[in-house]
């Protein structure tokens, strides 16, 4: 009789984590899920450049001595017109945001509008009071609030979703029994890390495609100086996400080992995605405060979107990013030690859901 | 050869296993029964290793069993557990490269067994879209992949139909006949009667009968005849070293002392008028079951 030999830690890890990739890849909700993410961060880049190249000048009609006057700002779009009537029907079919004319007052003109003011007009033809600022911010506050909202909502997203198939696939491995068979097969250890690991390359993947994306569809899109201010974020963006993935891998690992049921498996995971939800929100009402996003960038959950923004606006030391990512992986290291435990404990136990601290006591 | 010695684990205050201990030997099939919760599983989980024992030991061929030859054992959990959506074949291959097979021999390996399980048509169909019938029998292929030393199966017939029974029985066989220990449990003592070669028998956690299944039947069988006579056998009652246990007309059922009463009677009723029937009364297994886990 042949005998085998079964394969030590590694091997085994690797054949549970391409089992789990291979499964997710024929998943066609996965696929489909994926490629709506994409679609939606190529779109949300394509429609900042349509917005960006749509700031066209504002288009007004002049008549006579006005022509000149409006002309000399170079802010607007003119339209000539032969007479103030011709002007004003201009105005009316809405072809012009406003018609400027020749007037007696200090400027000299008149400006008309439709049903208001045409403020933008106006204050373009204004002389305005020389401005100082005197901490100007290099950043556009709304491609701030944006890049927030990306890191934010990816990370969220992509955790959401692998984590949540993590636990399902332990559940259905509890459910359907099979773990009795794997359990008499392969180390526990190796069935945990495979699954961790076949998910996160997948997520992982998932985010450098994405980052890809991003990136390529900025240089596409001639949004280059964009790029060059995200570029190094992003970066970071991807090297914490691997860390704190990994972490949040173990606790769903863990949370599904809990229950026996499909049907009790949100129950489980309800307070990991409550932990997910805090940074999310966080940043969404933060984003403007830099004391709470150096809070948010140091504590292992928010850090994967706190620590890359706070790179990105330029308010982070070089060392910063640093010394969060070695406290994200030592947090990483305790909870893959505590939810290996939770899960080794939670295997075989079935019907009602197992109590924490059950499943934390020796086995 | 299999064996245990007194075998203990509880969970939390509840003692599940009591001293168990038995042997199952290579190249036999031995059944192992138990009413519900009288620790076949737990047991089952034991010799393969899922649950540790509280104490006891458990050899191979005379030496502990370690985790590298458990990892040789081949194991058919009670509660059916393969993937509903992944595809028969994949999952076997998949099992079987988890215990060292190469790609190469894995897929030669679940091939051969499916089609010998009658499963060849639906390799390539996921499990769930398989009757519960056929998802047995995958199951079983699953158990038996990697060319096991040691095979140990929960329940491997319930809700198979008497040809699934015959086919799984087939393979089982020729399997236990290349010399391998087979342990099989089950609840439906009818089959184990007709298919092991040798018995346990557990209740409440303790080991109550081991043994071949005939030296089990001969230990629990009393010295019982059925009698019938076309006549009065009132006789019987003042017969001394006869315990008459049933009595109707020219019928009776009853015990004796020694073989030797046994054929005193049979002369005198042959003497008496003519005999209908005379026979050992052999009890069958579930009677045997019934008076031993009591």
Known sequence: MTQYTTPTLLPATWLVAEREIRMRLRSKAFLVSSGILLLLVLGSIIAMSIFGANQSLPKVAAVGSAISKVEATKAFEVTEAATVEEAEELVRDESVEAAVIPSEGAVGLTVIGLDETPSSVVSLLSAAPQIEILEPSDQNPGIVYLVAIAFGALFLSSALTFGTMIAQSVVEEKQTRIVEILMATVPVKALLAGKIVGNSVLAFGQIILIALAAGIGLLATGQNILLGEVGPSIVWFVVFFAAGFVMLAAMFAAAGALVSRQEDMNTSITPITMLLMVPYFAVIFFYDNPFVLAIMSYVPFSAPIGMPLRVFLGIAEWWEPLLSLVILLATTLAVISLGSRIYENGLLRTGAPVKLKDALKKA | ?294
């Open chain 2, 1 to 294: 050869m299999l064996e245990l010695t007194a075998v203990n684990r509880s969970f939390g205050e509840r003692r599940v296993l009591k001293d168990v201990s038995f042997s199952v030997a290579g190249g036999r099939m031995t059944g192992f029964v138990g009413g519900n919760g009288a620790g076949k599983t737990t047991t089952m989980r034991v010799i393969l290793g899922v649950l540790a024992a509280d104490s006891g030991s458990i050899t191979l061929d005379g030496t502990p069993l370690t985790a590298q030859q458990r990892t040789r054992f081949g194991y058919m959990p009670e509660e059916r557990g393969l993937y509903p959506k992944m595809k028969v074949a994949e999952q076997i291959v998949y099992l079987g490269r988890l215990h060292g097979m190469s790609p190469a021999q894995a897929k030669g390996n679940t091939e051969s067994l499916l089609a010998r399980l009658g499963l060849g048509e639906r390799m390539d169909d996921t499990l769930e879209s398989l009757s519960l019938g056929n998802q047995q029998r995958a199951q079983i292929a699953a158990a038996l992949v990697h060319d096991p030393e040691v095979l140990v199966l929960d329940e491997p017939f319930s809700g198979l139909d008497p040809i699934a029974v015959e086919v799984v029985l087939n393979v089982l066989k020729d399997f236990a006949a290349t010399g391998a220990p087979v342990i099989f449990s089950s609840h439906q003592l009818d089959i184990v009667e007709r298919l092991c070669d040798d018995l346990v028998v557990i209740a409440d956690g303790e080991i109550r009968a081991h043994g071949s299944r005939e030296g089990v039947r001969a230990a629990h069988t009393s010295p019982r005849f059925e009698l019938q006579l076309d006549g009065d056998a009132g006789w019987l009652r003042s017969e001394p070293g006869v315990t008459v246990l049933d009595f109707d007309g020219g019928f009776a059922v009853f015990d004796v002392d020694s073989e030797s009463t046994a054929q005193r009677v049979l002369q005198r009723a042959i003497a008496t008028a003519p005999v209908l029937r005379f026979s050992p009364q052999v009890p069958s297994l579930s009677q045997i079951f019934k008076e031993v886990i009591q």
